[in-house]
């Protein structure tokens, strides 16, 4: 029920905004996030709201990433910038518990 859009191929310091919807109104009380994955690697959660309205990111992901979304268009936001090539992954959204199915992901490739 999940479909996140919006990688593709960028060169490093560049940016992309990904997009993560649902069929289903997302429910309010679990905060959603969004994953990535690479190879090799578990899948980590480098964004994600707060219980008290706020947000939070990874380490690898502060004052780069923006979490954001648009309740009328029940969409979750990941603003990217300065991307970096250890950016590369497939990124997922989800609730931070991981409650939902996951969707296919969409893939960000850094790369010059």
């Known amino acids: 029920q999940l479909v996140e859009s919006g990688g593709g191929l960028v060169q490093p310091g560049g940016s992309l905004r990904l997009s993560c919807t649902s069929a289903r109104r997302f429910f309010r009380a679990s905060p959603m996030g969004w994953f990535r994955e690479t190879p090799g690697k578990q899948r980590e959660l480098v964004a994600s709201?707060?219980?008290?309205?706020?947000?939070a990111y990874a380490d690898s992901a502060k004052d780069r990433f923006t979490i954001s979304r648009d309740d009328v268009k029940n969409t979750i936001y990941l603003q990217m910038n300065m991307l970096k090539s250890e950016d590369t992954a497939v990124y997922y959204c989800?609730?931070?518990?991981?409650?939902?199915?996951w969707g296919p992901g969409t893939r960000v490739t850094v790369s010059s």
């Open positions: 989800n609730t931070v518990d991981k409650y939902y199915i």
């Open positions: 709201f707060t219980t008290d309205g706020g947000s």
